[in-house]
């Protein structure tokens, strides 16, 4: 049976439609705003701790980071951004950033269920729609709340405060609750402070930290419900959705304990890890002790599997085991839930590859939601799976190899591996976390990593809206007797399996290379 026609498009039918040029022409213009106003910040006002202008290359490194949703900071928020730039540039491109992935999914799901259309909707539309409509009001909500425990909110310049101990010391102002807010809700990550969700005024206590977790997590497994919503079908929706969520369990299954566990290392020097009356247990260095190991694990594998990338905790500092859960999670392209949005699209490409390889095995053309996926189609998932991981092992590898680039990381041999690899992996899947380890503000890093950001978005987008216009176009076939079922359990296994084999074969030797041999080597 064919499928219906979507209701509640965005734009009428003859409207322009949500395509590449529209997302490339806003993307432009952003960049080159964004770039501007970093350059020229000591000529701009709410500036009262009169900082200069960014240096070229971190305002390149910047602004495309914050661009693609990546955020990705190589510098301390508190002392090199005035509160105009991350109130009116920073923040702004948290919303409009999170709004374009969302714009993107929602595309391809009318690509998915239209019936030879002439469109997929309206960029413009669909950005303004959900900025106005979704993040603002979650924001000013959250922001509110964040204001109300304790985080920083306010126009003030760095106060110099003495301590009951009779030191003094430098407290930062800003507009940190409202920045907070957007930040986890449209998986942005970019903390105003170098130490992120780890620092008081950011994440006063475990309220405001249970807060972020549901922020980074709600947007992006409310999409599958919105697909199964939008397909007449929620069947379908339920069957991504567990496939998010399976990948995102697994991950804090494996990363609570072993960070509970404790460091093998730190026991043979004789380091208590015990849990006791004082102290939370487990491996605690690098961690922010209101939170212990366990929140850290648990945070670590969120703020990973989705593209956020804010952290309560230094991964750098995390054991071999508990470091490699953000590295994989990220290496999955980030669908375990994902961006607003970026988890979903992913999650569909990963559909079609799985639908596609389940038409091989029955010996029939593959078919998804009734529209039949072939050779076009195909062609543009190629590109979309072998952007991202083409451009991360050609940089880690050049970086292994360059002196200046290894000069960056602060630890020898397999950690090391980690770092470099790290500091490509989370910028070419747009999540911004880092191993605190590698000093990423040097002309190589900085350049590298911002083309990084751009295949990252783009190379990502592009072929996902094409694929959203080429079956759009398409009529749907009626369901037969050879048709593979998609809104069935074995599927979302199928599925999930498809993920995780396809990253392992690209991945496996920077795991067996890094975060195994340093488990390994410390364990022996």
């Given amino acids: 049976m064919a499928r219906p026609r979507a209701t509640g498009s965005s734009s009428p039918s003859n409207g322009p439609s949500t395509g590449s040029a529209g997302l490339l022409a806003f993307s432009f213009v952003s960049v080159l705003v964004l770039y501007a106003q970093l350059r020229l910040q000591g000529h701009l006002p709410l500036n009262p701790d009169h900082r200069s202008g960014v240096p070229a290359g971190l305002s390149f490194n910047t602004a495309t980071s914050f661009l693609t949703n990546t955020n990705w900071q190589n510098y301390s928020g508190e002392s090199t951004m005035s509160h105009l730039t991350q109130m009116a540039g920073l923040a702004v491109h948290n919303f409009v950033s999170a709004a374009a992935g969302a714009a993107v999914a929602v595309a391809l799901i009318r690509g998915l269920i239209r019936r030879r259309a002439t469109t997929i909707g309206n960029f413009w539309v669909d950005l303004t729609r959900t900025t106005t409509r979704l993040l603002l009001p979650l924001s000013f909500a959250v922001a509110l709340v964040f204001a109300s425990q304790g985080a920083v909110q306010n126009f003030h310049a760095t106060r110099t405060v003495h301590t009951v101990e009779g030191a003094t010391q430098s407290i930062p102002g800003g507009p940190i609750a409202s920045q907070e807010a957007i930040k986890n809700l449209g998986q942005n990550g970019g903390g105003p402070y170098n130490a992120n969700a780890a620092h008081p005024f950011e994440n006063p206590n475990p309220i405001t930290n249970v807060l972020i977790l549901w922020t980074i997590l709600a947007i992006p497994f409310a999409f599958p419900f919105a697909f199964g919503k939008m397909a007449r079908d929620q069947k379908q929706g339920w069957v991504v959705f567990a496939a998010m969520f399976a990948l995102w369990l697994g991950g804090a299954l494996i990363a609570m304990p072993v960070e509970a566990r404790g460091s093998h290392p730190l026991a043979l020097l004789g380091a208590d890890q015990r849990a006791t009356a004082v102290q939370a247990g487990g491996n605690l260095e690098g961690k922010e002790v209101r939170f212990g190991s366990v929140g850290c694990g648990l945070f670590a594998d969120t703020t990973t599997g989705t593209s956020t990338g804010s952290i309560n905790c230094q991964h750098d500092s995390m054991t071999p085991i508990g470091g490699a859960v953000p590295l994989v999670n990220m290496m999955l392209g980030e669908v375990s839930p994902g961006g607003t949005g ?134 749907p076939v009626p369901v037969s007797a050879g048709t593979f079922p998609t809104g069935t359990p074995l599927f979302a296994g199928l599925l999930t399996t498809v993920v995780v084999i396809v990253v392992g074969l690209t991945y496996f030797p920077i795991i067996a290379l890094g975060p195994v041999v340093e488990h390994l080597v410390g364990k022996f």
């Fill in 342 to 475: 970026a988890g979903l699209y992913g999650m569909l490409i990963f559909a079609l590859t799985a639908v596609f390889i389940a038409g091989l095995m029955v010996g029939r053309t593959p078919e998804y939601l009734g529209k039949k996926i072939q050779a076009a189609e195909m062609k543009l998932v190629v590109v979309y799976l072998l952007a991202v991981p083409l451009v991360i092992l050609a940089f880690a590898g050049a970086s292994v190899v360059l002196k200046t680039a290894v000069a960056s990381t602060s630890n020898p041999g397999p950690h090391g591996l980690s770092e470099i690899a790290y500091a490509f992996i989370s910028p070419a899947n747009n999540n911004g976390s880092a191993f605190a380890g590698l000093n990423g503000n040097t002309a190589w890093y900085n350049t590298t990593q911002g083309l990084c950001f751009l295949v990252g978005r783009f190379m990502l987008m592009i072929p996902a809206l094409a694929i959203a216009g080429s079956l759009g176009r398409k009529q």
